[in-house]
């Protein structure tokens, strides 16, 4: 039997669209074992309990991957990751199952192949890559290759999910993105990201605030989530150093300083938002891991 633990993400941080990300101190986990035939998923609702589950679906592409047709599985799911809200659950399924593969099967695939293969599933390596290695990754797509090199957090910035009670799918959110954008938009975001990675060493509220400032998605996403730019101003004005989208959404995520920040919006969300919950988080710096071989 195996169990893997693989953290949520917050992927963009405002302006690094598909290529900045952060792994959060938020889990799912899922044990592996084998049985002689057939397929049981428990933990999970039943519309997910199938072979088009995610996490199966996961693992048949690591057997695939070596010649290993999948045998009998059991599979059970236990995740304090909300789905739908831009939380990377999607990211911790596919590694989930890769790395419950590797496990069970002793297939020994070199963190890189993980790596590639499970940014193949996803399709963007910005919630793989910190779910994988953990802390805050910033990754590009090279001939095909996904490459990541870590980014240093000054040890002061904390952070707070905003999670309203809707969900809102990755391809909806993409859909709702313009096809071209001004030479003007792209200087402005490729400045702002190049800014964020160094912003994020300091301490410096003003400047975190400055680099997390976008103009290439924010805007037409912020359009599909009621009350979200009012969400983000009320956080700022409570003392959040900067917040923008998770992902591609519906949750918003605050980067802050001020220990009591948390209380204080706490106060404005029940006056004026209560169909959003908030959820103090912690950088997770070792990302996925095999916890139980047996």
């Known amino acids: 039997m195996v169990t893997v633990r693989v953290p949520a993400t917050t992927a963009n941080l405002g302006p690094g669209f598909d290529c900045l990300g952060a792994a959060l101190a938020l889990y799912a986990r899922f044990q592996f074992s084998l049985q002689p035939e057939g397929l049981v ?97 910033v990754s590009l797509m090279e001939e095909g290759r996904p490459l990541s090199l870590p980014v240093a957090l000054h ?66 996403r912020f359009a599909l989530i009621p009350s979200a730019a009012a969400l983000q101003t009320a956080a700022e004005e409570c003392g959040a150093a900067a917040c923008f989208l998770s992902g591609a959404g519906p949750s918003l995520m605050c980067i802050y300083q001020d220990p009591g920040f948390p209380e204080a919006l706490e106060a404005r969300l029940a006056a004026g938002f209560p169909q959003v919950h908030s959820l103090p988080l912690r950088l997770c710096r070792e990302g996925a891991t095999i916890q139980q071989v047996s």
Request: hydrophobic share 45%.
């Open 41 to 137: 998923i428990t933990g999970t609702d039943a519309s997910y309990a199938d072979d088009n589950n995610l996490v199966y679906r996961a693992y048949r592409a690591a057997l695939k991957e070596q010649g290993i047709s999948p045998a009998g599985l059991r599979l059970h799911i236990a995740s304090d990751i909300p789905a739908s809200r831009g939380l990377g659950s999607s990211a911790a399924c596919i590694l989930g199952g890769i790395l419950g593969a590797d496990a069970l099967h002793g297939l020994r695939m070199p963190q890189e192949e993980v790596f590639r293969l499970a940014v193949r599933l996803e399709g963007h390596p910005d919630n793989i890559a910190p779910a994988l290695f953990g802390g805050v990754q």
């Open 155 to 220: 040890p002061g910035w904390r952070f707070l999910a905003l999670i309203p009670d809707q969900d809102l799918s990755t391809a909806a959110a993409r859909a709702a993105l313009p096809a071209l954008v001004s030479l003007h938009d792209a200087v402005y975001n490729l400045t702002h990201a190049a800014f964020l990675v160094k912003a994020l060493e300091g301490d410096d509220p003003r400047l975190l605030r400055a680099a997390c400032q976008d103009r290439l998605h924010q805007d037409a």
